[in-house]
């Protein structure tokens, strides 16, 4: 596994256990703080497995489903919490960010790109044959 690729798995993990610390801390559901960690720890599994290809072939014909689960929870989870976050800004925060919503929104998919990128490469069968 590259250096660059390795030190993104680090800083995913890191994002990943703060971001379930704060699901918790603000009283989200059990399910919703299970199911977001899942998903996070799926992803990382496929992005590292890009690279380990004894872990993609140890999961078999779910992969691909498994992605697709991660990809559709992500999906609905940005707005939900693009909303929340809303609700706890104050107004010159909330006025701010629908100035720079294009910039800070554009930043995160670019954040979260190359682990779906790579992860959904491994689930799909396209991982490094070593």
């Known amino acids: 596994m590259p250096i660059l690729a390795s030190i993104y798995a680090a ?8 971001s379930v610390h704060e699901a918790i801390t603000t009283g989200k559901p059990a399910y919703y703080v299970a199911i977001d960690a899942a998903a996070d ?4 599994v496929f992005y590292i497995g890009h690279w380990a290809s004894t872990i993609m072939r140890s ?9 697709l689960a991660c990809l559709i929870w992500r999906l609905y989870w940005v707005p939900s919490e693009i909303r929340e976050l809303r609700r ?8 701010l960010l629908e100035r ?5 929104y554009g ?13 959904g490469l491994a ?5 490094d044959h070593s």
């Open 100 to 104: 720079l919503k294009v910039p800070v």
């Open 59 to 67: 999961t078999g014909w779910c992969a691909p489903w498994l992605f």
């Open 11 to 18: 800083l995913f993990c890191i994002v990943a256990v703060a």
């Open 107 to 119: 930043l995160l998919c670019l954040l979260m790109l190359p682990s779906y990128w790579f992860g």
């Open 41 to 44: 720890l799926v992803i990382l």
């Open 88 to 95: 706890t800004l104050s107004t010159e925060d909330s006025r």
């Open 123 to 127: 689930a799909l069968g396209y991982y």
